[in-house]
T-cell receptor
Framework: DAGVIQSPRHEVTEMGQEVTLRCKPISGHDYLFWYRQTMMRGLELLIYFNNNVPIDDSGMPEDRFSAKMPNASFSTLKIQPSEPRDSAVYFC?????????????FGPGTRLTVL | DQQVKQNSPSLSVQEGRISILNCDYTNSMFDYFLWYKKYPAEGPTFLISISSIKDKNEDGRFTVFLNKSAKHLSLHIVPSQPGDSAVYFCAASALGNQFYFGTGTSLTVIP
């Protein structure tokens, strides 16, 4: 299995632009998680899906952030408009059991820089 | 508010010695804990877990200790190897809910 796939690996954009991050979970996994990693706050859960349905989006920082999972093999995290404080590494992870009874498999991350 | 804290941003140890990474938490409802290891430019990978019904779990060179009364867990690596150099995250969850991660500790094992 190729593991969790994320694209792009690096994104540099200007403030105010729309940014879309993409994730392909491991086949057969029915949970998908979006995290943001910063030096100050470590890994923060933004949102997670179960069977393509958003379960908890309380970590989404504000309305500028949105996430979708149109099917079992694809999810997007969109930031519109982007701001410099959104600069971070964004990870997607997937698992095949309940969020706490199994480990999560992380993708390589997307390093986002907003100028 | 950080519910899981790793107060040491970095740690350096000599090869062959013991590495001890610490993690504190504030939520007494946490009942499941994980350690993840992260190399540069890669996503975190699962290392070891422990349930609150245990106070110790061992897997090869890695042992996790849980002290529920102190709300503290630690990861011991013995003996430490240069390949162990990475960032280590602890994570905790309560009653089947989301994981909360710490800010990570960067371990450097000096050959």
């Amino acid at each position: 299995d190729a593991g969790v796939i994320q694209s792009p690996r690096h994104e540099v954009t200007e403030m105010g632009q729309e940014v879309t991050l993409r994730c392909k979970p491991i086949s057969g996994h029915d949970y998908l998680f979006w995290y943001r990693q910063t030096m100050m706050r470590g890994l923060e859960l933004l949102i997670y899906f179960n069977n393509n349905v958003p379960i908890d989006d309380s970590g989404m920082p504000e309305d500028r952030f949105s996430a979708k999972m149109p099917n079992a093999s694809f999810s997007t995290l969109k930031i519109q408009p982007s701001e410099p404080r959104d600069s971070a590494v964004y990870f997607c992870a997937s698992s095949n059991r309940a969020a706490t009874s199994d480990t999560q498999y992380f993708g390589p991350g997307t390093r986002l820089t907003v100028l | 508010d950080q519910q899981v804290k790793q107060n040491s941003p970095s740690l350096s140890v000599q090869e062959g010695r013991i590495s001890i990474l610490n993690c504190d938490y504030t939520n007494s409802m946490f009942d499941y804990f994980l350690w993840y290891k992260k190399y540069p430019a890669e996503g975190p990978t699962f290392l070891i877990s422990i349930s609150s019904i245990k106070d110790k779990n061992e897997d090869g060179r890695f042992t996790v200790f849980l002290n529920k009364s102190a709300k503290h867990l630690s990861l011991h690596i013995v003996p430490s190897q240069p390949g162990d150099s990475a960032v280590y995250f602890c994570a905790a969850s309560a009653l089947g809910n989301q994981f909360y991660f710490g800010t990570g500790t960067s371990l450097t094992v000096i050959p």
